[in-house]
């Protein structure tokens, strides 16, 4: 007899960082803004009618998708929203990425994007970056089923610049280019102005990172119309309600709120700034971040004695034990007083 197993599409997961459940712990693991969510966002919710939840949401997400519109000043047509940057770019996966060419994407990145190639079946190639872990952009100028770049980059938080990204698009005419763009707030350069010039551009963002909103789930993206109305094809063939009411009705506000936005973000900024010189004192090297995290690799310290010391101590940092990477930690940018305690902690481990 058969068995059923061997039918079952078999893959393996993404790794997600950790949660932990204990209290009184530093958590700078999976890049999380450190401040809470827009004052409008944190009153609303206290005052939400908790009887339109026994409706479906707006399927259209309208409410969410006009603030986002009018936010970046783009028509609602150029918009797309999902539940989380994740969904977003898997939507996207399954919609544009169905040639027999293979998809190109650096082979140290955001590391669901060869599980989502595998789990739809894509063929794909990772292109190494360089030692520096720069990208060298010629490396994606050859034939291929799509391309996909996180700018700035994660885990390794380097930047190309945005002249250097066009050159990509420009050079894959046939083919969709991804730009995830989910840490460009905090320094980085967007390419949106060029999905007027460019109809193969999808460019996602999210409101995990620079909007202080990871638990509620939200994603986007910015296309021409006809690559925005090819996702939504998708979208509603798989599934018409994605998004709920308090994701769409508190997305909103968080839109909404630029003075907010613009003051966390320029707080993170200016204590990622302190931290970096701080970490070269202690003898760290790492790629000059524009994000909320910095990639840090001791001179002399294994990256797992470090990683152990500061777990041992309530500190939790991001690790892969991954042959290029295994020294290196990712250190997401928390509040000043959890970066003075993580500086007390390396200097005390460092002697």
């Known amino acids: 007899m058969m068995s059923w197993e061997n039918n079952v599409r078999k893959v393996v997961p993404y790794t997600p960082g950790e949660q932990p459940k204990i209290k009184n712990i530093i958590k700078l693991n999976t890049n999380e803004n450190p401040y809470p969510p827009a004052p409008a966002v944190q009153e609303a919710l206290k005052n939400m009618d908790a009887e339109s939840f026994k409706k479906y949401p707006d399927p259209t997400c309208d409410v969410l998708v ?3 519109a009018d936010f970046y000043e783009v ?17 996207a996966f399954m919609t544009f990425f169905n040639s027999d060419k293979p998809v190109l994407f650096p082979d140290i990145t955001y590391s669901f ?6 789990l739809f079946r894509i063929p794909y190639k990772q292109i190494p970056l360089l030692d520096d872990f720069s990208v060298r952009i010629e490396d994606y100028f050859g034939e291929n089923g799509g391309v996909v770049l996180a700018n700035p980059n994660a885990p390794t938080g380097a930047q190309l610049p945005i002249d250097a990204v066009e050159e990509v698009i420009k050079r894959n005419p046939d083919v969709v280019v991804i730009v995830d763009e989910a840490y460009a707030d905090f320094g980085g350069q967007s390419v949106l102005p060029l999905i007027n010039k460019y109809d193969n551009l999808l460019v996602v963002q999210t409101f995990s990172k620079s909007r202080s909103m990871a638990g509620m789930r939200i994603g986007y993206a910015f296309g021409c119309k006809k690559i925005i109305k090819y996702l939504l094809d998708v979208k509603f063939a798989y599934n018409s309600y994605t998004m709920n009411i308090p994701a769409l009705e508190l997305g909103a506000l968080a839109v909404k709120d630029k003075a907010y936005f613009e003051k966390t973000v320029s707080m993170i900024i200016n204590t990622r700034e302190r931290v970096k ?20 690799k001791h001179k002399e310290k294994s990256g797992k004695e470090i990683f152990d010391y500061l777990r041992a101590n309530n500190i939790i940092v991001r690790r892969w034990d991954a042959p290029r990477i295994k020294d290196h930690l990712r250190i997401s940018i928390g509040t000043d007083e959890e970066m003075d305690i993580l500086i007390a902690k390396l200097k005390e481990f460092l002697g």
Do not use: Q
């Open 113 to 118: 994007y060869d599980v989502w190639a595998e």
């Open 66 to 68: 006009e603030a986002i």
């Open 75 to 91: 028509d609602k047509e150029n918009v797309f929203v999902g539940v989380g940057s994740d969904d977003v770019l898997a939507m």
């Open 277 to 296: 010189a701080e970490l070269r004192e202690l003898g760290f090297e790492f790629a000059d971040s524009k994000t909320n995290f910095v990639f840090a």
